[in-house]
């Protein structure tokens, strides 16, 4: 499971050293909402955790993308030990289901299942 840390100054260091893939703000920044950039973003990686600080922005920065793509990104604070998170989150892998899965009732989380609404708009 490829996981990205999308982190404050704290958390792209703590990333680093743990060698975890990760965008500061100043990486999100340069996406600039850009729709191709931010999908394929969405694509390379499985799921995404997000400095406390930072989930507020996200929509913001990104747009609609992740949360189109269902990988809005998990919380991680300042004391919480990143890579047991990391571990945690790859250990409870069943927390994030492929795009093709349904809901138990047959329904699907994903808003490109919606017939008539474009997710990418």
Not at 46 to 53: E, K, R, V
Request: aromatic residues 8%; glycine residues 8%; negative net charge.
């Amino acid at each position: 499971m490829k996981i990205c840390v999308l982190g404050d100054a704290m958390h792209c260091e703590a990333a680093q050293r743990a060698g975890i893939p990760f965008k500061s703000v100043e990486d999100l920044k340069k996406l600039n909402k850009n729709k191709k950039i931010v999908k394929k973003l969405a694509l390379s990686f499985d799921a995404f955790l997000a400095s406390q600080a930072l989930i507020p922005q996200i929509p913001r920065l990104l747009g609609p993308g992740l949360y189109v793509a269902g990988k809005f990104p998990g919380l991680i604070q300042h004391t919480d030990n990143l890579e047991n998170k990391v571990t945690e989150l790859r250990s409870n892998g069943e927390h994030f289901p492929d795009d093709d899965e349904d809901d138990e009732d047959g329904s699907s989380m994903y808003a490109s299942d919606v017939p008539g609404l474009d997710p990418w708009y």
